[in-house]
Every structure is written in C-alpha cells, then in structure tokens.
C-alpha cells in the first residue's frame, strides 16, 4: 500500500505532525517501535490511580499549547498548579524559590532574601544598575547579572531538575526562548526581562496542567488521528524509508540522522533520568510542609534526588481522586554525567529528608519506577549545532521533514508549533 504520509515516532511531537497530515486528508500512518505511544508524556496506573509516568505539566508560552487543547476539546480541564510554591534543598538549609521567577531567575531578588541572605539578594540587585553584558551560557548570564548565589542557589537545582543539565553548559535562548529579546528591550536587566516574560504569561502562570493527568492528550490525539483516516501502528522498527511506500516522510525521532544517511554529528542523548513515584497513606503531608515540591542544589549530599514534586499538594485534582490522608509524591534522578539507578528504600529516604517528614514503608500504598532515556536532550552548543546542519540537510529533501524534542527543545511549548510546522511543510 502507498501511504499519503508516513511518520515516524509516535511521541507528542509524531502524533501532532500525523493529526495536522490527517486533518488534510492524507492517507497517514504513525509507527512507533515501542508498545506505546507518546513518548515522555505517558501515563501508568500506581495503588489504583491513573498517574503521568512522564511530563505532568506544559509551559504556558506563546498559547500553542492551549490552542492544541481547546481543538482536541480539552480546554475545559486544562488547570493551573495549586499556589503552594516550590522550595530548593541547599547545603545549608531549606528556603523557598521565588515565584515570579524564570528557572529560578528572581524577578525580585528581594523577595528571595530569605534562601539567598542579604548579601546574596544586595549583590543579584546589582543588576537593575550593571550596564548590559553579553554572555556565553545561561549559568554565564545570570553570574554577571546577579552573582553566583543566585545561580547556585536558585537557577542551578532548577535548570537541574528541569533539563538535566548545568546552566552553564546551556545557550540561554535554547532553554528560555524570549529571554534574549526580552533582555534587549529592558537594556540588559535580567530581573526586568524575567518580570516583563512572566506578566505576558497566561493567567500570571507559567505552567499548567490537565485535569486527569498530561497522559490525557495522548488518547485525545490518536483517537483524533484515527478519526480523520490515519493509522497508528506501536512495536514497529523502521530501518529504512524504503520499509513504506509513501509521499512524504516526517521523522519525529533522532534516528531520522541515520535514516537518511546524514554526514552530521550525532545529537545530544541527554541525560538518563529515572522517576520514582511513591503513593503513601500518611495524613502528616496534609498540611503540604514543602509546597508543591523541592528542587535539589547539587551542594546537598544528604539526597541523592535531584528533585521531588508533591503531585498531591501541586494538583487539586489528583488530591480529589487520591482521597484524605492519601498522596502521591514523586522523585527525579539523574543528571547529566550520572546514571543513578534508585530503589524504594532510597527515594522514601529522600523523600523523608526533603519533606521534612519521616516517611515509612509502613506508608507506602504503591510504587512504580520509570527509566527515561533521550527524554531529555541536553541544549548544549554542540546539541544546536548539530541540529542546525539536520535542518540544512533535510530543507532541500522534497517531501521530508524532522521534528521532536531533539531538534525543537524540550517540553510541548517547544514541541508543537515546531511539529506542526514540519507537517505543513511536506503538505
């Protein structure tokens, strides 16, 4: 059979290319070599609770994210985090981060006194005076403009926790698209940028999340691409363009070097990292003692989590279907050069340290643990590099193109308008 449209991958980045080929008219056909589709945004069953596995959140900007929901019908259970905030585990203490901040840039380093100290807050105010500086990476940027505290403290277990990687190896416009504009605009002020990128943010948050899990949005694309036409097939290997006869080609995985045969460097794999989710019987995290979750410096030996989110605490909704008393928490490991592989016994450990609250066995209802690899490609220099010469070789193909995290960047608000682009271009 001759296919109109073939993609391959069946992550968010495929099935939203297929939906946009389908919604065309396009005989399409998805396949995916996993038994499951929608890559880091997955979802899994833990103590009888429908849970994300991967991604529990999408970031606000730029609205293609939402314009997405409200086509699939999902507008309506889009929902914002409860407004708990978040804290950071430092060496020396616990404190708050601040929560009109960009990957814990402060807009008001004032405000995050507290976790940085007054001299840590004295010198990050220097930057509403310093006159405008280039920089190299993220980590760069923020030391000039507002001291190593602020990076060690607040952007570092962030940028962390968030990419797997050091702000330092990172370019600042792959990780924090508008920052750049916005830092011209405010003639060099990171605060200001930071203050002028999160009031433009939908309802003041930068993240939200759907009612029933991220994983909602995978069922809603396929039945959509199924609906319009298109055929999604899981467990299938392709090796090679010629395995399909079909018209146009979107490769949404970074295979797509070796499948077309490119002479460019190989892209980043980004960091293994494995979640760990606990679901535990214990009405001592009611009062929610470290808001919606913590974020881990590097500094703090005491943990070897990277992370923890109290999904409970962070989602009205899970805190309904989960019932009084009861609460879903769930730890991150692995940065980039670690390859930590945790048990039970170890993120209960954390999980106590990092709550401020003894969490026993006793406890726990249910446990699950999901090992992600390339889920998160690192934005380094090399990674863009990289990824500029696939879309400079790709670009003269007739009928080709490549989308997914590994050339877009991560999350869906990176993701989606870039798929969807790389639809419209073989249409």
Known sequence: MTWDAVVVGGGIAGLVAARELAHEGLRTLVLEERETLGGAVAGHTVAGLRLDAG????????????????????????????????????????????????????ADPWAARGTLGLVGAARASLDLVLPATAATSLGDLVRRRMGARVLDRLVRPVVGGVHAADPDDLAVDAVAPGLPDALRRERGSLARAVRSLRASAPAGSAVQGIAGGMHVLV?????????????VRTGTSVT??????????????????????????????????????????????????????????????DVTAKALTHATAKWAWLAQAAGPGRHVVRLSYGRAGEDV????????????????????????????????????????AHHARVVADVRAAVEPLAGV??????????GLASVVPDARAAARSVI
Do not use: F, K, M
């Open 401 to 410: 193109a490549v989308c997914g995290a590994w050339v877009a960047g991560n």
């Open 219 to 231: 069922d809603a694309l396929v039945a959509d691409i199924e609906a319009h036409g298109g055929t």
């Open 55 to 106: 991604a529990e959140s999408y970031a606000t900007r730029g609205g293609t994210v939402a314009a997405l929901l409200d086509e699939l019908g999902l507008s309506d259970r889009v929902c914002a985090p409860e407004p708990h905030g978040s804290w950071v585990h430092l060496p020396h203490g616990d404190g708050p981060l601040p929560r009109t901040g960009l990957l814990g840039i402060p």
């Open 240 to 301: 090679s363009l010629d395995d399909e006869r079909a018209d146009r080609w979107v490769l949404a995985t970074p295979a797509a070097v070796d499948l077309l045969g490119l002479t460019v460097g190989r892209p980043d794999p980004g960091a293994q990292v494995t979640l760990v989710t606990l679901v535990l019987g214990d009405p001592a995290l009611d009062a929610a003692p470290r808001g919606t979750g913590v974020l881990v410096a590097r500094e703090a030996t």
């Open 341 to 380: 592989q945790p048990d039970v016994d170890l993120a209960l450990r954390d999980a106590s340290v990092l709550l401020g609250t003894p969490l026993s066995r006793d406890r726990l209802e249910g446990q699950a643990v999901v090992r992600w690899t390339q889920a998160l490609p690192r934005p380094s």
